[in-house]
């Protein structure tokens, strides 16, 4: 007696495995759409926060350890928790005293997001997608003056 066999329920098994190979990629791509853009908005209020620090600050030295921590808690806030920026400050038209005059702090703030559920591959470091973001501020722009 022979038995005929049929494709029966196949397209059923077929579907599901179809199904996890295209789901999965999908998902990892609107996860790290996802890391990426909080990681965006992270360094634009870290840059921010950091302008804002660095000015506020009585000189320059005091700006720079102001603006490196106001950056590292404008990242803590967006859930970049540990990650440690690097800040850069400049200075027109007096570069070497930036807390003079008329001058127009520029700080640029870098930083690095790590793509989720990627391992490192052949012992390289884990992929990962730069962000950078400047906000430039006027001297005097954050004082208050007092009226006399």
Known sequence: MSRRRDDC?????????????LVL?????????????????GITAAARAAARAYSLAP?????LARARTA????LDDQGAHGVTPAVAVTCTP???DCHQGTSVITVSV??????????????GNRPSFALEATQTVPIGQFREVSGG
Request: charged share 15%; hydrophobic share 55%; proline share 7%.
């Open 110 to 123: 870098r930083s690095r997001v790590v793509l989720p559920l990627m391992p490192s591959v052949l012992g």
């Open 59 to 63: 000189d320059d030295a005091t700006g």
């Open 71 to 74: 950056a590292r808690l404008a």
């Open 94 to 96: 007096y570069p070497r």
């Open 9 to 21: 329920g196949n397209a059923l098994v077929e579907l599901c495995w179809l199904g996890i190979l």
């Open 25 to 41: 990629p999908v998902v990892w791509i609107v996860m790290s759409v996802f890391q990426v853009q909080r990681g965006a908005f």
